[in-house]
């Protein structure tokens, strides 16, 4: 935090416990994501990344602890007054509206974001990010494959920057191509002033355009600092061999694309 300088950061987690029931997800979690910084939150399956998540988008109450936009204390908000004061989350998996097309998950998408005259000029810039999404405009989205669905997913908060953007496994069963497309839009959107939370088990890929890291081991934070600090040690140690060595353990058959610079594990 830049508390020196008098500014809070625009995303803090302050001290957080979450659970759901009985079973305790977080213990005294804190993080922070600065105007334009990317911080991946790495972690093995289970270690509570979607948790926090959850807590920053409103979905799960921390039981102890709190979370500060802009230095405002957003904790007990509801999830869209929090979203309409510039906090958006891609969730885990698929999360669109399956009966509806393509078009219309975007434009109702972009209703709540923008003005009425901007909507059709958004949908243009969706698609040329995302050209799949122009040729399936008509389909119901429930119809769309999962990578097709996460496309959408991402298409809905990558058109206006966001004050935060919660992004949960965002490449997750993407083809290595549409991978790409989808980290250059969110460093665009990074260097348009966003503050990106990166929730990702792709180490590497996510290390192409981190600032920092923070690694959860269940449920506490067991290390943070800048992505040229995460050694293969600290990695193994925290996620798993399986990680520390690029696979993913998530399902996704995919092979992640190698960093070609600024890959600190080569
Ligand atoms: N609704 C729920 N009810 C009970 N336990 C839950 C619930 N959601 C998550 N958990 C548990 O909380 C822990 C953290 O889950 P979380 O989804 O945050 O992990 P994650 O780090 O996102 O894992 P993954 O990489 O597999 O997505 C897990 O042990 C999980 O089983
Ligand atoms: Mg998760």
Redesign the pocket.
């Known amino acids: 935090m830049n508390e020196r300088m008098g500014v809070a950061p625009r995303l803090a987690v302050r001290k957080v416990h979450a659970a759901?029931?009985p079973?305790r997800?977080l213990f005294d979690v804190s993080l922070h994501v600065g105007a334009g910084e990317v911080v991946a939150l790495l972690?093995?399956?289970?270690?509570?990344?979607?948790?926090?998540a959850r807590v920053v988008s409103g979905l799960l109450a921390p039981t102890r602890g709190a979370v500060f936009l802009d230095g405002e204390s957003i904790g007990g908000e509801r999830p869209y007054r929090i979203a309409r004061m510039g906090v958006a989350h891609v969730p885990?998996g698929r999360s669109v509206f399956s009966s509806l097309t393509v078009e219309e998950n975007l434009t109702l998408a972009f209703r709540q974001q923008l003005a009425a005259r901007e909507v059709s000029s958004a949908l243009d810039e969706a698609y040329v990010v995302f050209p799949r999404l122009r040729e399936r405009r008509a389909q119901p989205a429930g119809t769309l494959s999962g990578g097709e669905q996460r496309m959408l997913a991402l298409a809905r908060v990558l058109v206006r920057p966001p004050k935060v953007l919660v992004a949960d496994?965002p490449s997750l069963g993407l083809a290595p191509v549409v991978v790409a497309d989808v980290y250059r839009t969110l460093d665009r959107i990074r260097s348009d002033g966003t503050a990106l939370l990166l929730?990702e088990?792709h180490v590497h890929q996510a290390a192409t355009i981190a600032d920092r890291v923070v690694v959860?081991k269940r449920?506490r934070v067991t290390f943070e600092g800048p992505v040229s600090a995460l050694d293969d040690s600290v990695l193994t140690e925290a996620i798993g061999d399986q990680v520390a060595s690029g696979d993913s353990p998530?399902g996704s058959s995919e092979p992640t694309p190698p960093a070609e610079d600024a890959d600190p594990f080569s």
């Open positions: 759901y029931g079973y997800a972690g093995a399956n289970g270690a509570g990344k979607t948790t926090i885990e496994e929730i088990q959860l449920g998530s």
